[in-house]
């Protein structure tokens, strides 16, 4: 039973344009809210988080919104630059023990 | 600063040996944890020490998986012995205390891997 679903496997944008990382849960129990980076042969690197009492975090070229009605996460990158290309993780948390999705793999072209 | 260091990077063993993984976090954490990845699937919470106790162990597939970290510093994870099933990528992070709290978070620091194959 997947309580972090990240259903698209890939996407694939053009290098200056926005990408959009969507992430569905299902645990009402999270309160924070973290997106990870992995390239090929490291570990995920921490990214950008929000907690459930807000609805947007930004950092940067990233923002993450957060929809709770619709147990619902997004994170944006503007603008996309090849160097995003990676995989990217949706987690959520209660009291620090983290639950991930799949993963996307975000390409951004040249 | 040192980050998070695993060994061995990978590790290819037969169905029934044993194996053992070894973690290192940053020092002065005090918050260890365990994940795997199963190929193509999602990042797996495994368990979690605070110095050397473990605090939450729910993640832990059987037991034929030991988790210990003396002294509150390296860990280590043995698989005995060691099934199909158990191949993939085991990562370990660490963190400072507290590890977490309502609406908190204290960011998990995750180390590169090691890749377990089981033949």
């Known amino acids: 039973d997947q309580q972090v679903k990240q259903n698209s496997p890939s996407l694939s944008v053009q290098e200056g344009r926005i990408s959009i990382l969507n992430c569905d849960y299902t645990n009402s129990m999270f309160d924070y809210f973290l997106w990870y980076k992995k390239y090929p042969a490291e570990g995920p690197t921490f990214l950008i988080s929000?907690?459930?009492?807000?609805d947007k975090n930004e950092d940067g070229r990233f923002t993450v919104f957060l929809n709770k009605s619709a147990k619902h996460l997004s994170l944006h990158i503007v603008p996309s630059q090849p160097g995003d290309s990676a995989v990217y993780f949706c987690a959520a948390s209660p009291n620090s023990k983290l639950t991930f999705g799949k993963g996307i793999t975000l390409s951004v072209r040249p | 600063e040192a980050g998070v260091t695993q060994f061995p990077s990978h590790s290819v063993i037969e169905k029934g040996q044993t194996v053992t993984l070894r973690c290192d976090p940053i020092s002065g954490h005090d918050n260890l944890y365990w994940y795997r990845r199963v190929m193509g699937k999602e990042i797996k919470f495994l368990l979690h020490?605070?110095?050397?106790?473990?605090?939450?162990e729910s993640g832990m597939p059987n037991n034929r998986f030991l988790a210990e970290r003396t002294g509150g510093t390296y860990s280590t994870l043995k698989v005995q012995p060691a099934e199909l099933e158990d191949s993939g990528v085991y990562f370990c992070?660490?963190?400072?205390?507290?590890?977490?709290?309502?609406?908190?978070?204290?960011?998990?620091?995750f180390g590169p891997g090691t890749r377990l194959t089981v033949l």
């Open positions: 929000i907690s459930s009492i807000k």
């Open positions: 020490f605070v110095k050397e106790s473990k605090q939450d």
């Open positions: 992070a660490s963190s400072q205390s507290p590890a977490g709290g309502p609406y908190t978070y204290n960011e998990q620091f």
